[in-house]
């Protein structure tokens, strides 16, 4: 039984469960800044991404990510993939595509990744043979055919497979990928990543007159060719132009089918994908025609676009049937973008089947595909005005339609392109811009549900989140839902009463919808007193007296529900004295306070003099005091925070007199050396008057810092310098005259 593929469309931690909600839709979407220049945007993708493994449901030290591909969009941005590896070996199909703006802001991920995987680490058949399985597989004739072999796991209905994907390619160049079991040798996928097409119909097909047309954006010479596509006949050489300088020919002169198909390639792109922003194929495409298919009818595969002869009884020329010619296009617009076939219960095949469908559709504007090409079902192969139900996503591998049987992708994918095509009847030619729009947010092989939210964040990032609700029915009428998630970001400890902001992060899949905030206290450490709402919105501010738990409730636009929760500890207040808590008598001191507290809140300080006959005295309210200790001392100060609450704190102040060692030499003498705040002073005694040089010295005996260095009276000084430049350790302030005299104090230094 294989295990289900983990579809995880969020980058935010949160507690995810049902609940009803109510508000207002969403109305802006806060994007995550990302570190890293913009040169190295993709990496930074990649390690944001590779910070929260958890997240997306992957093993530290199993699990990594790599960064695939990085293309420039527009305005600067960039449109990123990253990889998923299992133990170093590319996962098949498991990737996930990121938007990052030009400013490094994270604006939209959708990842495909999978998780426990149970696959073989090592291979047993080599790289040559597997190329030489997929040769054979393929019938190219030669077991020494060239080739390159990869080495991928992937998920598949009986388990998980250590795979050789092969690339090789035909002989007339189409390239061709070949899955074989890099254990057992197994040829698991002969022809893998090819789409096939059945066909569509157009209005201006064979049946119509024929028309003179303007052949436009060709560039010099045979075989026809634009910038970004050229045709290919396989039957008859590249066609030239009858003087002077035009291809009026008539149907049955050779070259005709060339100039008919390359007129259509061109107006496809130009006419119908042009004005919705398409710039064109990323790489040139070879469109081919009178190619030997049979039974195939057309095939895409990557850039190369084939179209096959007439099958007597079964069709006519395909490439005359220019519905079935946009339907093929259709693919390399898909594979442009990065989209492949395959996934789960081959949706991203039938996603490939139901996109090229319905832009053929909504070019010709005709929802039956290959009505004239198709000599056995005259009602076409496919179309885009199914009934619901049975086409809906509960029907999946359950329908059939012409030659598409039940499970096959035409099939499915008609379920798909017929939401489309009532969301057309809702949105106009707006679900042309969308359904383009979105592909540019899927990841490699994507799922419906991630095409769904895809859709949402084309309406949003180019409309203005205009028509999320009316997708949001038509896809739910059809059963496809999208993905919702909950997911909260905002601070988790507070003071009491603190404002504080918390957004809710659709950031990487959740649907646009409605997002409601209420909040309950918790009383040791269990909740306690009902649920208040805080309001509707994708933000909320509020504070809490004490400590709560806050909940987030999101209703997608197809109805479906998600929550988040977040326990928020109040802090309660706190004071703390720093200063000495001895001090040479008559020295002067620094005592400086801090405070945790909800604002506003009240400061209370008292001085109490520890000697009989001296009056405690109220101090003016501040965080540092600084005065002489001419006597011991206690300094109490009292915080009462707004909900009442207090906190006390207290330090002792003892005071100490300087006396010289009998020993010490009573010309010179250094004493009341004090340490506040890491400023420091000493006292100098000197008798006479001479030079005088006092400096500071570690226990290695490397002066450190030279305070005095000449002449000075007699009498007593104050020396003052700040310990900053000094070590945490132990040091010795010595101090020497010009008269052979000298005196040492020894010191610690205590960051």
């Known amino acids: 039984m294989a295990r289900p593929r983990l579809l995880i469309i969020a980058a935010c931690i949160g507690l995810l469960a049902a609940s009803v909600v109510r508000g207002q839709p969403a109305a802006a979407f806060t994007p995550v800044p990302l570190s890293g220049t913009p040169a190295h945007r993709g990496e930074a993708v990649r390690a944001w991404m590779s910070a929260r493994l958890g997240t997306f449901g992957l093993e530290d030290g199993v699990d990594e990510l790599r960064l695939e591909r990085e293309e420039p969009l527009k305005a600067g941005g960039a449109r990123v993939l990253v990889r998923q590896l299992w133990h170093g070996v590319p996962v098949a199909g498991a990737d996930a595509r990121a938007i990052v703006t030009a400013d490094g802001l994270l604006t939209s991920l959708i990842a495909g990744f999978e998780r426990d995987h149970d696959a073989p680490l090592v291979p047993r058949i080599a790289p040559a043979n597997a190329i030489e399985r997929a040769a054979a597989a393929a019938g190219l004739g030669s077991a020494a055919a060239p080739g390159a072999a990869t080495l991928v796991v992937e998920r598949r209905a009986d388990g998980d497979h250590l795979e050789w994907e092969v690339s090789q390619h035909r002989s007339d160049g189409e390239p061709l990928k070949t899955r074989i079991d890099a254990v057992s040798g197994e040829v698991l996928d002969a022809d893998a990543g090819i789409s096939h097409a059945v066909g569509r119909v157009y209005p201006t ?33 590249p066609v030239v132009p009858v003087p002077p300088d035009d291809y009026r020919l008539n ?25 919705l922003g398409y710039p064109g194929p990323p790489d040139s495409l070879v469109v081919r025609l009178h190619f030997e298919l049979e039974p195939e009818v057309a095939r895409t595969a ?42 789960p219960r081959g949706e991203a095949s039938a996603l ?20 004239w090409l198709y000599l056995a079902f005259p009602n076409g192969v496919t179309r885009l005005d199914q009934p619901v139900p049975p086409w809906d996503y509960g029907h999946y591998d359950q329908v059939a339609f012409g030659g598409g049987g039940a499970s096959s992708p035409w099939g499915n994918g008609m379920i798909l392109s017929s939401a489309l095509w009532d969301l057309r009847q809702r949105l106009g030619s707006t679900c042309d811009s969308l359904v383009l729009e979105s592909l540019a947010y899927l990841p490699t092989v994507p799922t419906w549900a991630q095409f769904a939210n895809a859709l949402f964040f084309a309406d949003r990032d180019h409309h203005g989140a205009a028509n999320w609700r009316a997708i949001g029915e038509v896809l ?15 601070p988790t400890q507070l003071t009491p009463g603190q404002a504080a902001e918390y957004r809710a992060l659709n950031c990487c899949g959740g649907t646009p919808g409605l997002y409601h905030w209420r909040a309950r206290g918790r009383c040791r450490g269990v909740p306690c007193g009902p649920w208040r709402d805080l309001g509707d919105g994708d933000t909320v501010s509020t504070s809490f007296l004490g400590d709560s738990e806050l909940q987030l409730n999101v209703e997608s636009a197809f109805g479906d529900t998600a929550s988040a929760l977040v326990f928020v500890s109040v802090v309660t207040p706190s004071l703390v004295f720093d200063g000495p808590a001895r001090v040479a008598k008559g020295a002067t001191g620094t005592w400086s306070l801090r405070a945790v507290a909800a604002v506003p809140y009240g400061l209370f300080v008292s ?14 309210p501040a965080m540092s005091y600084t005065f002489a200790a ?89 020396y003052r310098w700040d310990t900053n430049t000094l070590e945490p350790g132990i040091y010795f302030l010595r101090a020497t005259t010009s008269s052979d005299h000298s005196a040492t104090l020894r010191f610690v230094v205590i960051r």
């Open 476 to 490: 739910r009428r059809r059963g496809i839902r999208g993905a919702v998630t909950a997911s909260i970001s905002g």
């Open 205 to 237: 097909d064979p049946r119509q007159p024929l028309e003179e047309r303007e052949l436009l954006r060709l560039l010099p010479g045979p075989p026809l060719r634009a910038n970004g596509y050229g045709i290919d006949d396989v039957l008859a050489s």
């Open 607 to 620: 001085r109490q003099w520890l000697v009989p006959g001296k009056a405690d005295s109220l101090l003016e």
């Open 251 to 275: 149907p049955g002169d050779t070259g005709f089918d060339q100039v008919n198909l390359y007129w259509h390639v061109d107006h496809y792109f130009h006419d119908f994908l042009a004005p």
């Open 302 to 343: 990557g850039n190369f676009v084939t179209f096959g002869r007439p099958i007597a009884g079964f069709t006519r020329e395909t490439s005359l049937c220019h519905d079935v010619v946009y339907h093929e296009l259709g693919h390399t617009v898909l594979y442009g973008f990065g989209v492949e076939p395959g996934g």
């Open 630 to 718: 001419t006597n011991p001392f206690r300094l109490t100060a009292r915080l009462t925070d707004r909900e009442g609450r207090t906190a006390i704190a207290q330090i002792d102040v003892s005071t100490f007199t300087d006396h010289a060692p009998k020993d010490a030499d009573v010309f010179l003498q250094l004493s009341q050396f004090v340490d506040a705040g890491r400023r420091a002073e000493v006292h100098v005694m000197q008798k006479e008057a001479t030079a005088l040089r006092m400096g500071v010295y570690d226990i290695r005996g490397r002066q450190r810092l030279l305070l005095a260095n000449g002449s000075v009276s007699s009498g007593e000084r104050i």
């Open 352 to 371: 490939h089947e139901a996109l090229a469908d319905y832009f053929a559709a909504a070019f010709t504007g005709d929802p039956v595909i290959g009505e």
